[in-house]
C-alpha cells in the first residue's frame, strides 16, 4: 500500500542526505539510523502472497450501463438532477450495493427547487481513521442518458466496490464509495457533502480518487496531476500496460474531486476526454480520429451505450481497481488480517540502513508468536542484505543475515516472527541494510498478517 501520509515525493526527486559515521539517510517516508538486532529468532520461509487487485469486469460494468440506459429511456431520456431518472439511478446502484453488504446511506441536498441526492456507500472494516474514497457523479444532463458522461464512472466504480465484496477484501484502510448528484449544475452534490463533513471527519480521508468520464469513444488517456503518490499508481499501471497517459491540468475545477481538493484532502482520477478535440500526436499514441472531439456526444441526446468504448472502458476500471487495492493496503486471506506498505524505499548501496512503516490500528493484545512478515526486496546479489523486523518496542528481530555467498537476485519471503512480547498496536518498521558494494535495489512492498 502507499501511504498516502507525510510528504510524499515522486521516486526520482526524494531527498537523500548522507552524513558522516553512522550515516542517517533521510527517505522519503522515515528517517533511519543502522541498527543491531538484539535477538535472531529463527525464521521460517514461505512464499509471499501479494494482494493484487482483481480484474473488473467489462460485461458487468456495461451491464450497469445497460440498466441506466433503460433507467434513462423510461423516464424521458435523461437522469438528470431533480428528474425521476436520476432518484431512479440511485435507487438501481444503492440496491446492488445493499445486497453486496455495504452500509449505505442516502444524503439530500436541494438546488434549483429540486431535491437532489448522494449516496454514500462503506464497505464494513479497515483503519476507521484512514479513508480511501472513491467517487463518481451519477447525474447526466437533461439533454440525454448520460452514459459515458457520467454512466461510465458510475459503472465502474460501481463494479470495483461490488468485486470487494465478492473477493471478500479486507483491506488495511476503510474504503468508502459515492455517487454525487447534480455535478452537471457545479459539483453541487459533492460541494454539499464535503462542506457538511465535520473536520474530524474529513481529516481521516487520505485520499479521494474521482472518475469522470472513462469510455470516451474517441478516448484519451489522461491522470490527474494532483496528489503525486496517486497520480503515480496510475500513470505506472498503464505504464505497465504499455499506455502512455498525459495529465490531466483543465479539470480542476470541472468535477467533483474539486470540493475534496479545496478542503486539503489529497485528490486523483482519470478521465478519457470530452469536447476537445484529439491532436495528431495523440491520434499517434492512443489510436482513434484526429482532429475530432474526444466525446462528439459529450452533453447531447447521442451519450448512450452506443456511445462507448469498450477498451478505455476495461481499462480504467481495471485501473481503479489496482489504485483501490494498491492505496488501501490488505489482502483477501481469509485467516488472516493484512498491513500492509507498498511504497518504494531505496537501499543506498553499502550504506546506512533504510525503514519502511506500517501503522498497526484497531487490534487488541499482543502480537501472535508466530507473526507472518511478507518481504518483497528487489535488490541485486541480495546476499548483502541484512534485514530485521522493528517492533513497536523498538526491539529488532533479525529476519534475514547477510550470506556473502548468495548472489542471487531479490528477496521475496514471508517470514515467521516470535513477535508475543510486541504490543500488536503500533508502528511496525521493516529495517534493510545493503553491507556489500557495488549493488542496489530498493524495498518494494512488506506485510504484516496477523
Ligand atoms: N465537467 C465534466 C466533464 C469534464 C470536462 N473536463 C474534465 C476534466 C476532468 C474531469 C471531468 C471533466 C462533466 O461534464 O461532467
Ligand atoms: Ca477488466
Ligand atoms: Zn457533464
Ligand atoms: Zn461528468
Redo the contacts with the bound molecule.
Sequence with gaps: MLELTGPTLPRRSRAVALLATGAALTATLLGAASGTALAEPTAAKAPAKAAAAPDISLANVKAHLSQLQSIASANGGNRAHGRSGYKASIDYVKGKLDAAGFTTSVQQFTSGGSTGYNLVADWPGGDANHVLFAGA?LDS?SAGPGIN??GSGSAAVLETALTVAREGYKPGKHLRFAWWGA??LGMVGSRYYVNNLPATERAKIDGYL?F??LASPNAGY?V?DDDPTIEGVFKTWFAGKNISTEI?T???G??D?APFKSAGIRVG?L?S????RKSAAQAQKWGGTAGQAFDRC??SSCDSTSNINDKALDLNSDAIAHAVWTLSGGSTDPGGTSFENAADVAIPDAGAAVESSISVTGRTGNAPSALKVGVDIKHTWRGDLVVDLVGPSGRAYRVKSSSGSDSADNVVETFTVDASSETANGTWKLRVQDIGAQDSGYIDSWKLTF
Design positions: 457523479h444532463v458522461d457520467n455535478e452537471e474521482n469522470d468520464m489522461f490527474y490531466e483543465e479539470g480542476d470541472r468535477s474531486h482520477g478521465f476526454g470530452a469536447e476537445t459529450y452533453h
